[in-house]
């Protein structure tokens, strides 16, 4: 017997992804991957696979499925609002960072995320799903990854792995860094900005903007002044990387980034802060704050003591 | 030469190799991706996650929970990598393009730039013998060079949302083509309808740096009728 979600509904932006695709950006192929790593490792932390298994990434809303099969366990992360619809039509309000049980024919419903932008939602054994030069993680602009390297769409089966072993229900403590100030180091082409741009950068608010997606966040705020050259040669890009283009407003490079770009990058965004800024809706007011590398490293530490 | 290793954020560096944007600084570009690439693959260096070669630069990717910048700077700084073997690549790929209206966005901008026609402009690119310096951007896609100096112009001051898939952009003197659809800041001057990137072959992308690629001029229909092998 086959065992699957049936999609409903697809949601606004869902893809499988894991912790990424690697070693190969210099062909032009980014690394992808989840984009909140911690919610991501919670949601397979708390149905106990390994945490790199990969699991369905939603956005904003997210799916309605339908079960199919055995018994299952499963959870959502990271801040959900969610409903487990039984076969009987009865509804229980779902809560997110808690696993829980479904059965054959209920229905999950997730309905949106919670001042926050990305979820997560794994089952015990993983989905059954394809992977693509190393990784399950999905690449939608260049289709690349398991379900054809694209978003579900309505009708889609999700395939699992049967699982006879019965397991603990787990919960895990959790909330979002509601924090607005992104930690970040000087950029490779920092001094290519005036002095006064330089200090506004820290010192102004930035507005994360609707034109905000996997590649990028584009930010909206005081204009950043370069005094050197509007272009540079192109050259290779690392998450996280902050790039002005010529009019001035700067964005954020993020997961699913071109891997070379010919824009000046004023800073870069450290590593421990990164999920923080991804979860943030359009419309937040976050500011930027400059560390050097020995704090990005020592922030880092903390950071992992969270997985 | 190496000049110089800088920290990109606490997850990169880049080393850098000059100013100078010429077929010479690539190579030495690439003597050291081969080189870092090898060093992952035989287990000398551990952590490493990407290696991105440019023209003037490779950027290098890790996991900080596995190395800091430091090591890898030292491990770098400590090699004797030019003794690394680069063979030259003697590969010439015909790629067909339609300069149509359809597809030549950003002609008139050039020609008031240039101020040269139509004609002149398509002549001087069909003309070219490009080098491919590296593959980025988006996956499979070349940036190649270098293109008649009458023909240089900056990248738009607000990247487009969305160029189409085959799209011929010029900036400077590089050339490239789109090999999705994808946001960009190029000036586009046509469209091919080869396909240079496939995920599910072998050989992923039909270009590799080093490669040497010729323009051909196709007319609409032969545009409509092109099948990808």
Same mark, same amino acid.
């Given at each position: 017997?086959?065992?699957?979600?049936?999609?409903?509904?697809?949601?606004?932006?869902?893809?499988?992804?894991?912790?990424?695709?690697?070693?190969?950006?210099?062909?032009?192929?980014?690394?992808?991957?989840?984009?909140?790593?911690?919610?991501?490792?919670?949601?397979? +932390?708390?149905?106990?696979?390994?945490?790199?298994?990969?699991?369905?990434?939603?956005?904003?809303?997210?799916?309605?499925?339908?079960?199919?099969?055995?018994?299952?366990?499963?959870?959502?992360?990271?801040?959900?609002?969610?409903?487990?619809?039984?076969?009987?039509?009865?509804?229980?309000?779902?809560?997110?960072?808690?696993?829980?049980?479904?059965?054959?024919?209920?229905?999950?419903?997730?309905?949106?995320?919670?001042?926050?932008?990305?979820?997560?939602?794994?089952?015990?054994?993983?989905?059954?799903?394809?992977?693509?030069?190393?990784?399950?993680?999905?690449?939608?602009?260049?289709?690349?990854?398991?379900?054809?390297?694209?978003?579900?769409?309505?009708?889609?089966?999700?395939?699992?792995?049967?699982?006879?072993?019965?397991?603990?229900? +787990?919960?895990?403590?959790?909330?979002?860094?509601?924090?607005?100030?992104?930690?970040?180091?000087?950029?490779?082409?920092?001094?290519?900005?005036?002095?006064?741009?330089?200090?506004?950068?820290?010192?102004?608010?930035?507005?994360?903007?609707?034109?905000?997606?996997?590649?990028?966040?584009?930010?909206?705020? #005081?204009?950043?002044?370069?005094? #050197?050259?509007?272009?540079?040669?192109?050259?290779?890009?690392?998450?996280?990387?902050?790039?002005?283009?010529?009019?001035?407003?700067?964005?954020?490079?993020?997961?699913?980034?071109?891997?070379?770009?010919?824009?000046?990058?004023?800073?870069?965004?450290?590593?421990?802060?990164?999920?923080?800024?991804?979860?943030?809706?359009?419309?937040?007011?976050?500011?930027? +704050?400059?560390?050097?590398?020995?704090?990005?490293?020592?922030?880092?530490?903390?950071? #992992?003591?969270?997985? | 030469?190496?000049?110089?290793?800088?920290?990109?954020?606490?997850?990169?560096?880049?080393?850098?190799?000059?100013?100078?944007?010429?077929?010479?600084?690539?190579?030495?570009?690439?003597?050291?991706?081969?080189?870092?690439?090898?060093?992952?693959?035989?287990?000398?260096?551990?952590?490493?996650?990407?290696?991105?070669?440019?023209?003037?630069?490779?950027?290098?990717?890790?996991?900080?929970?596995?190395?800091?910048?430091?090591?890898?700077?030292?491990?770098?700084?400590?090699?004797?990598?030019?003794?690394?073997?680069?063979?030259?690549?003697?590969?010439?790929?015909?790629? *067909?393009?339609?300069?149509?209206?359809?597809?030549?966005?950003?002609?008139?901008?050039?020609?008031?730039?240039?101020?040269?026609?139509?004609?002149?402009?398509?002549?001087?690119?069909?003309?070219?013998?490009?080098?491919?310096?590296?593959?980025?951007?988006? *996956?499979?896609? *070349?940036?190649?060079?270098?293109?008649?100096?009458?023909?240089?112009?900056?990248?738009?001051?607000?990247?487009?949302?969305?160029?189409?898939?085959?799209?011929?952009?010029?900036?400077?003197?590089?050339?490239?083509?789109?090999?999705?659809?994808?946001?960009?800041?190029?000036?586009?001057?046509?469209?091919?309808?080869?396909?240079?990137?496939?995920?599910?072959?072998?050989?992923?992308?039909?270009?590799?740096?080093?490669?040497?690629?010729?323009?051909?001029?196709?007319?609409?229909?032969?545009?409509?009728?092109?099948?990808?092998?």
């Amino acid at each position: 017997m086959n065992n699957y979600f049936k999609v409903l509904r697809p949601g606004i932006n869902s893809t499988f992804q894991d912790l990424g695709r690697f070693g190969l950006q210099h062909l032009g192929i980014v690394a992808s991957g989840c984009m909140d790593q911690l919610s991501f490792c919670n949601s397979n +932390k708390l149905v106990d696979n390994k945490i790199s298994e990969g699991a369905l990434e939603f956005a904003y809303q997210g799916p309605l499925l339908e079960m199919n099969g055995a018994n299952a366990l499963v959870a959502i992360s990271g801040k959900v609002n969610f409903n487990l619809i039984k076969k009987n039509g009865e509804i229980i309000k779902g809560k997110s960072n808690e696993s829980f049980q479904i059965s054959n024919g209920d229905k999950i419903d997730i309905l949106s995320t919670i001042n926050s932008v990305y979820g997560y939602f794994s089952i015990f054994g993983g989905f059954k799903i394809e992977e693509v030069k190393g990784s399950v993680s999905t690449l939608v602009k260049a289709k690349i990854g398991p379900n054809n390297g694209n978003k579900l769409k309505i009708d889609d089966k999700i395939f699992f792995r049967k699982s006879n072993q019965t397991n603990k229900l +787990k919960k895990i403590e959790f909330d979002f860094d509601k924090d607005n100030v992104i930690r970040v180091m000087k950029g490779l082409q920092f001094h290519y900005f005036s002095k006064n741009s330089q200090d506004d950068f820290f010192s102004k608010e930035y507005k994360v903007t609707k034109l905000t997606d996997r590649m990028g966040m584009r930010l909206d705020g #005081v204009k950043l002044e370069n005094t #050197v050259n509007k272009n540079i040669k192109s050259e290779g890009i690392t998450k996280g990387s902050i790039q002005v283009p010529g009019d001035g407003q700067p964005i954020i490079l993020l997961s699913d980034h071109p891997t070379i770009g010919g824009y000046p990058k004023i800073a870069n965004v450290i590593s421990a802060d990164y999920d923080k800024l991804v979860q943030k809706t359009p419309g937040t007011i976050i500011k930027f +704050k400059l560390v050097n590398l020995a704090v990005a490293e020592n922030a880092f530490q903390d950071y #992992v003591r969270k997985f | 030469m190496l000049k110089k290793i800088s920290n990109i954020g606490d997850c990169g560096i880049t080393c850098d190799f000059g100013d100078e944007v010429n077929k010479n600084t690539n190579k030495e570009v690439i003597k050291l991706f081969n080189f870092i690439q090898e060093s992952v693959k035989s287990r000398k260096i551990k952590g490493i996650l990407n290696y991105t070669p440019s023209y003037n630069k490779l950027i290098i990717n890790f996991e900080l929970g596995q190395i800091k910048s430091k090591d890898i700077i030292e491990f770098i700084k400590s090699s004797d990598y030019s003794k690394v073997n680069l063979p030259e690549s003697t590969k010439i790929v015909e790629i *067909p393009i339609c300069y149509d209206e359809e597809f030549a966005l950003d002609i008139k901008r050039l020609e008031e730039k240039t101020k040269l026609n139509f004609k002149e402009i398509v002549s001087k690119h069909l003309e070219t013998n490009f080098f491919v310096y590296m593959i980025g951007f988006v *996956p499979g896609q *070349p940036f190649l060079g270098d293109l008649s100096e009458s023909l240089f112009h900056d990248r738009l001051d607000t990247p487009r949302i969305r160029i189409n898939k085959g799209s011929v952009g010029i900036v400077e003197k590089f050339c490239t083509i789109y090999t999705f659809e994808s946001p960009g800041g190029w000036n586009i001057i046509g469209r091919t309808p080869f396909e240079l990137f496939n995920i599910n072959k072998t050989n992923t992308s039909i270009l590799s740096p080093g490669d040497t690629v010729k323009f051909k001029s196709i007319s609409k229909k032969e545009f409509t009728l092109f099948k990808n092998e």
